[in-house]
């Protein structure tokens, strides 16, 4: 059974942190290049954070470097987004994607956590 789970949404004032987590099940995430994405109704998809396998580095959208973090824990098959100081157009549902780093067409999506970054 393949899954990819997020979880962690919620709703947070202006200001606040949320950590999304992406917990896969039926494969091992240190094979994959796992990437965080949003979407806002009526609006296409949107690249937010990838995580490199080689070396855990984080890859982020300019406008978010600084408030956001990405990593990965192995162990507990699961990739993190901490958010801080989370702004209203921040809110979202977020996806995770799963990539085999070589059999690339091997791609797993979760179903999405809301965010609502609301006072």
């Known amino acids: 059974q393949v899954q990819l789970v997020e979880s962690g949404g919620g709703l947070v004032q202006p200001g606040g942190s949320l950590r999304l987590s992406c917990a896969a099940s039926?494969?091992?995430?240190?094979?994959?290049?796992v990437s965080w994405f949003r979407q806002v109704p009526g609006k296409e998809r949107e690249g937010v954070s990838c995580i490199d396998v080689r070396d855990d580095s984080g890859h982020y959208v300019d406008s978010l470097k600084g408030r956001f973090t990405i990593s990965r824990d192995n162990a507990k098959n699961t990739v993190y987004l901490q958010m801080n100081s989370l702004k209203p157009e921040d809110t979202a549902v977020y996806y995770c994607?799963?990539?085999?780093?070589?059999?690339?067409?091997?791609?797993?999506w979760g179903q999405g956590t809301q965010v609502t970054v609301s006072s």
């Open positions: 039926g494969f091992t995430v240190d094979s994959y290049a």
């Open positions: 994607n799963a990539q085999h780093i070589t059999l690339s067409r091997r791609e797993y």
